[in-house]
DNA sequence: AAAAAAAGAATGACTATTCATTCTTATTGC
DNA sequence: GCAATAAGAATGAATAGTCATTCTTTTTTT
């Protein structure tokens, strides 16, 4: 049986939404019970599918996991270009802009999904690099967009100060995992303040 | 049989430590497979215990976990009063001390199982209690060591320092954990950067 | 001998994954 | 246009094993 071109594509485009179908549902799950107190019936469940019909999407369930952790970043990918290449006079407006974005990492519903993701390339190879390959595109982006504005500054200190931001970014997310009292809003204060701090020169 | 005083003392301590015994069986555990992917046959096996035999010391599972948050965070509890009380002359050498005390969050033997519990503080409340418990312990003796050596703030202003620098303690955790190739002395440099423009009065 | 400590087998529910089976949809010969 | 046919989609029961927890038995201590 020779399929045409334009079933082929219709194929394509309905494996792709049982996909999503499947990562949505995973998501919720590991959101409440974590990587691996989630199970594949329950999963499967929440995806109004059945358990078998899940593995013609994924290998197993660490390829779940894998594809997760890349759509989960993807989002935050390609906000900070967006307020990078706006090519608006580096000023105060456009630090308020930059800073804006990153409410990505204390939004409550993403944040528990995120550390979890964190604590997972503790052990599993796999989930370190995905993370590790999104962390250097970050500091890259993060690098140039900033770059112009901050003064003369050796090196190290640029750095530093990178790494400072990486580190204020994932504490925001911790915190608002960990804390069911910590307000979004007075994070993200704190996260300004910080930021100003850093990136003012002298 | 009459226990004699002594005999009483002497079971407490044994049971003393064949609690600890299994906390540390348990912490190696969690450490590399998670709080949901260890289980209580490996736990057990790497107490050099029965499995059965772990139930006479705790209840389930669970009480494990939070018995082991507890532990976690009661080492780091001690050092920053440590630090604080020293009442040495509110200045540099001063600082420097309080930021050294840090390091604790970037153990990378430690930095996973803290992790972890932020983590499932996130689904798990009795955890959440246990860790915000600690926090607000932490901001109180942060507050009282630091408010000498910062010129007339804003409260809120305060406040938000603080909680950049919570911010940054768990950011480093996160970085050192997920990030193989992290090196703490970086993660410190950066942490001491933001401190020191943090802590800056004007 | 009495009591506590420790072991480890038993339990029953749940695990990820596989597989034979049925249901739906698409393509072919007529 | 319409059966016949083939393929893909989807199911849910079966598998082999592990899970946390409980229970009975044995060993050690007092």
């Excluded at 959101?31 to 594949?40: Q, V, Y």
Aim: net charge neutral; hydrophobic share 50%; aromatic share 6%.
């Amino acid at each position: 049986m020779v399929s045409t071109a334009e079933a082929l594509a219709r194929r394509r485009q309905r494996t792709e939404l049982r996909r999503d179908q499947v990562l949505d549902a995973a998501e919720r799950c590991f959101r409440a019970e974590g990587f691996h107190g989630a199970s594949m019936s329950r999963i499967a469940a929440a995806a109004d599918m059945s358990v078998g019909h899940i593995y013609r999407y994924f290998e197993n369930k660490e390829a779940i996991i894998i594809a997760l952790c890349e759509r989960s970043f993807s989002g935050f990918e390609l906000l900070i270009p967006a307020a990078a290449d706006d090519d608006a006079p580096p000023g105060a407006a456009f630090i308020e802009a930059w800073i804006a974005q990153f409410v990505w990492w204390v939004d409550p519903v993403r944040a528990p999904l995120t550390l979890e993701i964190m604590a997972e390339a503790g052990r599993n190879a796999k989930v370190a690099e995905v993370v590790g390959r999104i962390d250097r595109r970050f500091r890259e982006i993060m690098r140039r967009s900033l770059l112009p504005l901050s003064g003369p500054i050796p090196g190290d200190e640029i750095d530093d100060r990178l790494e400072a931001i990486v580190m204020l970014s994932h504490g925001m997310t911790s915190r608002i995992t960990a804390d069911p009292k910590a307000e979004p809003d007075r994070i993200i204060a704190a996260f300004r303040l910080a930021v100003h701090r850093l990136l003012a020169t002298g």
